[in-house]
């Protein structure tokens, strides 16, 4: 410690500030590189359309215009889609968290043949990638008569949820002691009865997680909504905003002026659902991020 | 093994039976949606299938296809290759720098973490066209600042051949800086202090500090951030999809957009097919070659025990 000390004040102090001086300039920066085309899509989906392209940029628009989002509205029906998204993101993360639990439940509490195989096996499915799959279950879809209908997008997710959802409950599930639930395990009603009154209460902070990351992934796709949603009135946010752009290029040239606000004010739309929950549960984004950091 | 499973008698086999009825949604879901497909495409690559007629069986010629025949697929493979190539290592350094700036005595620490996360929850549409619009060539701010400052025409970004991939690698940079940077972020606070410390007393400057004691001791979590980083981008669709749909003149032509288009705009779902699994090959390839040279820098503290968390 003193011979830090000694090497600061033989003349290293200058240097050490300057270094100091220069890494916060760099968070700021990298900060405002960050933060500004959030605060650019906000201020331009309150502006007029005069308002915004002119030269020097208008960064506070005089008079917010927050008729711009009911206004994209009657382009297209937006709200509708985020209603639509709605129900099948609530659908996939109730199905998600529900049946990821059970199967971690059953991974960790109890003993059968080829447990640990099954297990091995049910991780390694974390290694496919979704395209490999994508059109045979199309057609399984397909067959089902279910193309243009919210199932195929929510469906999939009540069959244990995927691996990453499984790995994590039972990492916590096998924190808590198995004779507590050795006991239990004479009949169903006990077997169950342990999953609802002990495991279940205890795992709330990792359902929260879950449920971010599955909201996150349903919320934001794009390519099974692509594909399984042909009629406007099923869209979802993601696609419906596509459309927007494509409906807003087409109004352009009749309109002669520009369109960005209604652009921006979709998107923000579209991106608010996930900003209001990340400012309220912050704190389990962040864990969700590091957990899925730890399954490596 | 199975003695144990005889002698626990009643009790174990109920034990069982309850076992495989919890897991059997994963069970009954990985037949349904993950083998059953994986098989049934396996079949269809090997097959002319022009959707909704019936699929008939052509041998290898797809894959003969793909890599003498089909100039998009070799584009679409060089374009996937070179964003995969330049975004992968760049996100992770700037990552890395974002992790190192927070990872000191600074005040405010937690609103700098959240401006850096917040864009990674921003949905891929709409951080798209936030982009298109900043980096709209004849009116977008960025090409507006590059004039003011440097008295620099700006490229054309989205609509030039040649910065269009650097342009989604930016999108991506933006995007998905955040959650790496969290992610390392938290393999930097377990390097334990002392060792920084020690490393002072024998006065090893800041540059040797962090090629000694940063960079071994964090390898594991770059390594992880590498091999998930370069999965996730070999996929890159949807930024694509919103807004270039692959152009100008295909320099934005990725590969999942080929397979995509092949699948579900011509309906050719033999072909289709053969290009998924062609990725998953490719992807399954680059994976091994990283843990191949994972050895050579990745390095496990204590080797046996720490690995696990």
């Given at each position: 410690m003193t011979a830090g000390d000694a090497a600061t004040a033989r003349g290293a102090r200058s240097p050490i500030q300057a270094w100091d001086v220069f890494t916060n300039i760099l968070t700021v920066v990298l900060a405002f590189m960050f933060g500004f085309p959030l605060f650019w899509a906000v201020s331009s989906a309150l502006k007029l359309p005069i308002e915004l392209n002119v030269i020097p940029p208008l960064w506070f628009p005089p008079a917010p215009r927050w008729s711009n989002f009911l206004e994209v509205n009657e382009v297209l029906p937006f709200f509708r889609f985020m209603g639509n998204t709605a129900v099948i993101t609530v659908a996939s993360t109730v199905g998600g968290v529900l049946t990821a639990s059970l199967v971690a439940y059953g991974f960790s509490h109890f003993r059968f043949r080829g447990r640990q195989a099954i297990f091995i096996l049910m991780l390694s499915t974390m290694m496919l990638p979704m395209e490999v799959t994508l059109i045979p279950t199309y057609l399984i879809f397909n067959e089902l008569r279910m193309v243009d209908t919210f199932w195929p997008l929510f469906l999939p997710d009540w069959f244990g949820g995927g691996p990453f959802a499984i790995f994590l409950f039972r990492q916590f599930f096998l924190s808590i002691p198995r004779d507590l639930s050795d006991a239990a395990k004479i009949d169903g009603c006990h077997v169950m009865?342990?999953?609802?009154?002990?495991?279940?209460?205890?795992?709330?902070?990792?359902?929260?997680?879950?449920?971010?990351?599955?909201?996150?992934?349903?919320?934001?796709?794009?390519?099974?909504?692509?594909?399984?949603?042909?009629?406007?009135?099923?869209?979802?946010?993601?696609?419906?905003?596509?459309?927007?752009?494509?409906?807003?290029?087409?109004?352009?040239?009749?309109?002669?002026?520009?369109?960005?606000?209604?652009?921006?004010?979709?998107?923000?739309?579209?991106?608010?659902?996930?900003?209001?929950?990340?400012?309220?549960?912050?704190?389990?984004?962040?864990?969700?991020?590091?957990?899925?950091?730890?399954?490596g | 093994m199975l003695a144990r499973y005889r002698s626990r008698g009643r009790v174990g086999r109920i034990e069982e039976f309850w076992g495989f009825l919890l897991i059997s949604p994963w069970v009954l879901g990985f037949l349904l949606f993950t083998a059953g497909p994986m098989l049934v495409s396996l079949y269809f690559s090997f097959t002319e299938y022009a959707f909704p007629l019936k699929p008939a069986w052509v041998g290898l010629a797809n894959y003969v296809k793909a890599f003498a025949k089909d100039d998009l697929f070799g584009l679409s493979l060089w374009n996937t290759l070179y964003y995969v190539g330049v975004a992968v290592p760049l996100g992770i350094c700037l990552s890395l720098i974002l992790a190192l700036l927070l990872d000191r005595k600074i005040p405010g620490r937690a609103v700098w973490r959240t401006i850096y996360y917040l864009p990674s929850i921003v949905p891929v549409v709409s951080a798209t066209f936030l982009f298109l619009y900043i980096?709209?060539?004849?009116?977008?701010?960025?090409?507006?600042?590059?004039?003011?400052?440097?008295?620099?025409?700006?490229?054309?970004?989205?609509?030039?051949?040649?910065?269009?991939?650097?342009?989604?690698?930016?999108?991506?940079?933006?995007?998905?800086?955040?959650?790496?940077?969290?992610?390392?972020?938290?393999?930097?606070?377990?390097?334990?202090?002392?060792?920084?410390?020690?490393?002072?007393?024998?006065?090893?400057?800041?540059?040797?500090?962090?090629?000694?004691?940063?960079?071994?001791?964090?390898?594991?979590?770059?390594?992880?951030?590498l091999i998930t980083g370069l999965i996730a981008a070999f996929k890159i669709f949807g930024a694509v999809y919103v807004s270039t749909q692959g152009g100008p003149f295909y320099g934005s032509y990725f590969y999942v957009l080929h397979l995509f288009t092949q699948a579900f705009s011509h309906w050719q779902l033999g072909y289709a097919s053969t290009l998924a699994w062609l990725l998953f090959i490719i992807v399954l390839v680059f994976t091994l070659i990283q843990f191949k040279f994972s050895g050579g820098w990745v390095h496990y503290e204590g080797e046996t025990d720490n690995r696990a968390s």
């Open positions: 009865r342990f999953f609802r009154s002990i495991l279940v209460p205890l795992s709330v902070p990792v359902m929260i997680t879950l449920s971010i990351l599955f909201f996150q992934g349903s919320w934001n796709e794009l390519m099974r909504p692509l594909i399984y949603l042909t009629s406007m009135t099923n869209y979802t946010v993601s696609v419906g905003l596509m459309f927007l752009r494509t409906q807003i290029l087409a109004n352009v040239a009749q309109r002669g002026e520009p369109t960005e606000h209604l652009l921006m004010a979709g998107s923000v739309i579209s991106m608010m659902p996930s900003l209001i929950l990340f400012f309220i549960l912050q704190r389990y984004f962040i864990r969700g991020v590091i957990m899925s950091g730890i399954k | 980096f709209q060539p004849d009116y977008g701010l960025i090409n507006g600042w590059l004039w003011k400052l440097f008295e620099v025409e700006g490229p054309g970004w989205f609509n030039s051949r040649t910065w269009v991939k650097p342009t989604f690698i930016l999108l991506a940079l933006w995007s998905a800086g955040g959650p790496t940077m969290i992610i390392l972020l938290a393999g930097l606070q377990n390097v334990p202090g002392e060792m920084y410390d020690a490393a002072k007393v024998d006065g090893a400057g800041r540059g040797r500090r962090f090629r000694h004691i940063t960079l071994p001791l964090l390898s594991p979590t770059l390594f992880f951030v």
